[in-house]
């Protein structure tokens, strides 16, 4: 088992600026990816970013590219997301997962851990 440990989120101002972090702990040696959703109310998870644990290959959805920034600490076992010009939009919760097997990193079915959610707030 793995368990995954949100934190950093928070009140932001639009425009601003927020990093959250996400530890690893457990059976983390055979992670192949970490990754980042969100979600709004009463709607279905969104990609958000993902980083290959190994090679550190990282792709974004289209809404954050050039915004967010997805980084990993190999030795901590953590991964974080900057978020940068941050915008009313995502003011919503947002998770982190890992997964152990390649695929479609984007598919949210496809990860095998999942945290418990941080909030994230906007101040327009």
């Known amino acids: 088992q793995v368990q995954l440990a949100e934190s950093g989120g928070g009140l932001v101002q639009a425009g601003g600026s927020l990093r959250l972090s996400c530890a690893a702990s457990g059976r983390t040696f055979n992670t192949y990816a970490m ?64 997964r152990v097997y390649s695929g479609d990193y984007k598919r949210k079915l496809e990860y095998n851990y999942w945290g418990q959610g941080t909030q994230v707030t906007v101040s327009s």
């Open 35 to 98: 990754a980042w959703f969100r979600q709004a109310p009463g709607k279905e998870h969104e990609f958000v970013a993902v980083v290959i644990w190994r090679g550190g290959y990282t792709d974004y959805a289209d809404s954050v590219r050039g915004r967010f920034t997805i980084s990993r600490d190999n030795a901590e076992n953590t991964v974080y997301l900057q978020m940068n010009s941050v915008e009313p939009e995502d003011a919503v919760v947002y998770y982190c997962a890992s």
